[in-house]
């Protein structure tokens, strides 16, 4: 599975962006899919995520309330909403999905086979 994630740029802070992350000739269908993101001289972190099937979401505890992960009803999309940014939310951030991904193993990068290529957000002060 290729995805393909869109939707960085520059903002000011309190600003929103939206990043889209979507599979290439082949739909979501049964996967869990999750953001993480990179900053600069910073290990990789897990951001949000959500599991196809259930619906159910999950959030890195400084984005919890100001972003929102969802899906579209086709299968096709994952968005991730972020809104009120912080100049600390600034990182390429990633979309990766898998199948099979168990709870405990949400936030490990190393649970997810397929990735997107990255997407960079900066957030000015």
């Known amino acids: 599975v290729q995805l393909q994630a869109f939707g960085g740029g520059l903002v000011q802070a309190g600003g929103s962006l939206r990043l889209s992350c979507a599979p290439s000739?082949?739909?979501?269908?049964?996967?869990?899919v999750a953001w993480f993101r990179q900053a600069p001289g910073k290990e990789r972190e897990f951001v949000a995520g959500i599991r196809r099937n259930s619906g159910l979401t999950y959030y890195e505890d400084s984005v919890r309330g100001r972003f929102t992960i969802s899906k579209d009803n086709d299968e096709n999309t994952v968005w991730l909403q972020m809104n009120s940014l912080k100049p600390e939310d600034t990182a390429v951030y990633y979309c990766?999905?898998?199948?099979?991904?168990?709870?405990?193993?949400?936030?490990?990068?190393?649970?997810?086979?397929?990735w997107g290529q990255g997407t960079l957000v900066t957030v000015s002060s």
């Open positions: 000739g082949h739909a979501f269908r049964g996967y869990v």
């Open positions: 990766a999905a898998d199948r099979g991904v168990i709870l405990s193993s949400m936030r490990d990068g190393r649970a997810y086979s397929f």
